[in-house]
């Protein structure tokens, strides 16, 4: 069907940087949105950043100015560039397509990565 590969993550110190990556694969017919979740022990999974279709980004207010989203329609891939990382940000980051899966007929559904963690500590 499809499959979502990430990779990028790590343990990094506070103000540090690292670039989560996630590539799509598979019966794609057209991909859509494309956004990143985090998920901590214990707490709700949150929607981190979105990029539309043409390319709107949108960030939950606490990564604003730090992260950025963005994407590579010719290779099917979202990216996020984390930078001046907090302790706050150590979480398992999960990517999330939207995709149109080719099919007869072509039907609609979202996919997650497997998840990649993120450390920031001292």
């Known amino acids: 069907q499809v499959q979502l590969v990430e990779s990028g993550g790590g343990s990094v110190q506070p103000g540090g940087s690292l670039r989560l990556s996630c590539a799509a694969s598979?019966?794609?017919?057209?991909?859509?949105?494309m956004a990143w979740y985090r998920q901590s022990p214990g707490k709700q999974r949150e929607l981190v950043a979105m990029i539309t279709t043409v390319g709107t980004m949108n960030y939950v207010d606490s990564v604003k100015g730090r992260f950025a989203i963005s994407r590579d329609n010719a290779k099917n891939s979202v990216n996020l560039q984390m930078n001046n990382l907090k302790p706050e940000d150590t979480a398992v980051y999960y990517c999330n397509v939207d995709v149109l899966v080719r099919g007869s007929p072509v039907y609609r559904k979202d996919f997650w990565g497997q998840g990649t963690q993120v450390i920031v500590s001292s």
């Open positions: 598979g019966d794609i017919f057209r991909i859509e949105d």
